[in-house]
């Protein structure tokens, strides 16, 4: 696995040890933390003012409703899911389609670590240093053709493995989509690990989508197909609820969703007596995105 080191600015001090040492032994496979793109670069300088959740809260309050409902559900219950072997089927509007192993994407891929803020349309946050490789590079790989103008995404539906799929809470499979230009951004990740280990079931394993300026749900989980596409694909909470939950879906405290206010966020560990913190444009992604809505109604394109 080929390691890209361009973060060593971001997780200090307050860096838990085995982390601190996993990085190390990262930069020692690196290649000198070349070929930084200026783009993501800065966002990651911004970064370096972001404090991560513990390992604790990011993997044990989650959202994967194939193993239940509740809060600490898919903790308890994602152990039964088999992430090895896995395949991702890319097909579409690609130039080689396929049944892509997962172990040959880690090969080919270049893993780095991206400190982001994590916002959930239910109004809690996170900030997650996640490992992975940037989503454009797995579809350049696939050869994206001209025509292509979305990217949509499917989670493994495995009954026996998933309990909580047995009950109708969405039209199963779990379904996401992007717009090409979303999907091709820096900044978007197909994320394989956290704090340096692989990336546990319940949060995604073997490998999830993370958008940092959209709400959680679309961060599609344990990802079974990728198509290419030139119609804006389907997505699961849409599907369910299209009056609460836009395609876009990107972060802006100024649309509220239709029962609370996005005005604001409650960061998680934070304790009982925290305070809410205001939620940014874009999640705070605004410098870095903004250019891609240009032109656009975001209260109408929500
Ligand atoms: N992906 C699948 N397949 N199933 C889900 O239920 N929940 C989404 C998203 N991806 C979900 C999913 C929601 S609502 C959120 S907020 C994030 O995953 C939660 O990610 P986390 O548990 O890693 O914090």
Redesign the pocket.
């Known amino acids: 696995m080929a390691h890209r080191w361009t973060n060593t600015l971001t997780l200090n001090d307050a860096t838990p040890r085995d982390v601190f040492l996993n990085r190390r032994q990262l930069i020692a496979g690196a290649a000198a933390g070349v070929g930084l793109v200026a783009l993501a670069g800065q966002a990651r300088a911004q970064d370096a003012a972001l404090e991560p959740n513990s390992y604790e809260d ?1 993997t044990q ?6 193993f239940g409902t509740g809060k600490t559900d ?1 903790a308890a219950n994602a152990h039964t899911l088999t992430t090895s072997p896995w395949e991702v089927q890319i097909d579409g509007m690609v130039d080689k389609p396929g049944a892509y192993a997962m172990a040959d994407i880690m090969d080919a891929m270049t893993i780095e670590e991206r400190i982001y803020r ?1 916002r ?3 109004a809690w946050s ?1 900030v ?1 240093p996640w490992n992975g490789f940037e989503l454009a590079d797995l579809l350049d790989m696939a050869g994206v053709q001209s025509g292509a103008k979305y990217v949509a995404f499917e ?1 493994a539906l495995r009954p026996d493995e998933m309990p909580g799929v047995r009950f109708p809470v ?1 039209d199963w499979p ?1 379904v ?1 989509g992007l717009r090409l230009d979303e999907a091709m951004h820096p900044l978007t990740i197909m994320a394989t690990g956290i704090y340096g280990k692989d990336i546990p079931n ?3 394993a073997p490998m ?1 989508l993370v958008v940092p300026w959209k ?8 990802i079974v197909r990728i198509t290419l596409t030139d119609q804006e694909p389907p997505t ?2 849409n599907k369910a609820n299209a009056r609460e939950y836009g395609f876009y879906s990107n972060v802006n405290p100024e649309v509220s969703h239709p029962r609370w206010s996005q005005a604001s966020e409650r960061v998680v560990g934070g304790g009982l007596f925290a305070k809410r913190q205001p939620t940014l444009m874009f999640n705070g992604y605004e410098e870095e995105v903004a250019s891609l809505y240009e032109g656009m109604d975001l209260k109408a394109n929500f």
């Open positions: 990011i309050y989650n959202n994967y409703y194939e898919p994590f959930c349309v239910e996170m997650i989670t969405l779990y996401e319940q949060n995604g999830r709400y959680g749900f679309k961060s599609i989980k344990s699961s909470w």
